[in-house]
């Protein structure tokens, strides 16, 4: 956050542009990368001899993206992508020396509204940051078994509380990004950059269900839902909108009656 902050102070102090009066469309794909740096690894539980884990494997997010520059410093951006996070659910019996896996995937769709600045680094690269809300939207809870069934993960949406399931389907929170885009005069936009996207509240309940040789618990783990991604997207090159001027009308073109 603070790095993000100071880039911010940079770009409000030095030769800043954007794409004035431009708006462009453009795709994008974006690997999703766990990572422990930023909590988006595992997430463990250790009960009565038995170990439960959920870790985040590589995902993606892939859609459309709208930009509107608003002026000289400042772009807005909004659109909306397919988000798929993948999960391994593990469980280890410490007494049987017993292992079980199960793999999920968790399928939702996020809308970014992003405030966008530019930095003119050379005549076709600019450096961009980026901070705003994701609002992300998730059809259905999930559900999987191990090799076996003596192991099960069950994943349900968690709502605005642990006590109700209202709002289940939907999440708001923060993403911000860095990057580094190359411009052309009629081929468009090339940019590779990173994004972090972090909910304000956590987005399913992670049940694991053990059962084997008389043995039977289960564990409730809670998914954070946050991801780190490497981002790759292309915008379409766009002419600048013209700025309307406001003409004179002749006075002798007017009816009569506005002469008076």
């Known amino acids: 956050m603070r790095i993000l902050l100071i880039i911010l102070l940079i770009g ?27 909590n988006t690894g595992e997430t463990a539980l250790t009960k009565n001899n038995l170990d439960f884990a959920v870790n985040q494997k590589l995902g993606y997010s892939m859609g459309g993206i709208i930009r509107i520059g ?14 798929k ?3 391994e659910a593990t469980v280890f019996d410490n007494l049987d ?11 939702g769709y996020e809308v970014p509204v992003l405030g966008m600045v530019f930095i003119r680094l050379t005549d076709q690269i600019y450096m961009n940051t980026a901070f705003g809300l994701a609002f992300d939207v998730f059809p259905s809870d ?7 069934d003596e192991f099960e993960h069950v994943g349900i949406r968690r709502g605005l509380n642990e006590t109700t399931n ?25 940019y590779v950059g990173g994004s972090y996207h972090l909910p304000f509240q956590n987005i399913y309940h992670s049940f694991l269900l053990y059962e084997r040789n008389a043995i039977s618990d289960q564990a409730h783990l809670q998914l954070a ?24 009308r002749d006075p002798d073109s007017m009816p009569g009656w506005m002469k008076k």
């Open 70 to 83: 608003l002026n000289e410093r400042f772009s807005m951006e909004t659109g909306i992508s397919l988000v």
């Open 97 to 107: 020396a017993y292992a079980d896996t199960t793999r999920f995937g968790i399928y």
């Open 12 to 38: 409000s102090t030095s030769m800043v542009h954007s794409q004035k009066r431009v708006t462009t469309f453009g795709l994008q794909i974006k690997p999703i990368v766990p990572s422990n740096l930023f």
């Open 142 to 148: 999930v559900s999987s078994l191990g090799s076996s």
């Open 225 to 248: 839902g946050n991801y780190l991604t490497l981002d790759f997207r292309y915008l379409f090159h766009e002419e600048p909108k013209e700025k309307k001027r406001k003409t004179k």
């Open 166 to 190: 209202l709002l289940s389907w939907m999440k708001v929170g923060l993403i911000a990004n860095l990057g580094y885009e190359f411009r052309t005069e009629k081929s468009g936009y090339f």
């Open 85 to 87: 996070r993948h999960f």
